[in-house]
C-alpha cells in the first residue's frame, strides 16, 4: 500500500495489537535499538498485509495506520 491517498483501516483487535508493539518498539534513530522489537513490529505489519522496507517505514507505517483508528466491524 503505497499510495497515500489511501486510508487503510485495520480492526480493534489489529489496531490493539499494533498499538501494544508500537509502544514497545524504540525509536530507530535513537542509538540501541537491537532489541529485536523493530523484527516484531515488521512481523505484525507483515500479518496485515503491509510490507514496510526498514525499521524507519514501519514506525512511520505503523504510526499512519494508528492514527488512521480502527474500522467498524
Same mark, same amino acid.
Given at each position: 500500500?503505497?499510495?497515500?491517498?489511501?486510508? #487503510?483501516?485495520?480492526?480493534?483487535?489489529?489496531?490493539?495489537?499494533?498499538?501494544?508493539?508500537?509502544?514497545?518498539?524504540?525509536? #530507530?534513530?535513537?542509538?540501541?535499538?537491537?532489541?529485536?522489537?523493530?523484527?516484531? =513490529?515488521?512481523?505484525? =505489519?507483515?500479518?496485515?498485509?503491509?510490507? #514496510?522496507?526498514?525499521?524507519?517505514?514501519?514506525?512511520?507505517?505503523?504510526?499512519?495506520?494508528?492514527?488512521?483508528?480502527?474500522?467498524?466491524?
Amino acid at each position: 500500500m503505497e499510495d497515500d491517498e489511501e486510508k #487503510p483501516e485495520l480492526t480493534r483487535e489489529q489496531w490493539e495489537k499494533l498499538n501494544d508493539q508500537f509502544q514497545r518498539t524504540p525509536d #530507530p534513530n535513537e542509538g540501541s535499538s537491537a532489541s529485536g522489537e523493530h523484527y516484531i =513490529l515488521v512481523h505484525i =505489519l507483515n500479518q496485515f498485509g503491509f510490507r #514496510p522496507t526498514s525499521r524507519n517505514a514501519a514506525m512511520k507505517l505503523a504510526e499512519r495506520l494508528l492514527s488512521n483508528g480502527w474500522k467498524n466491524e
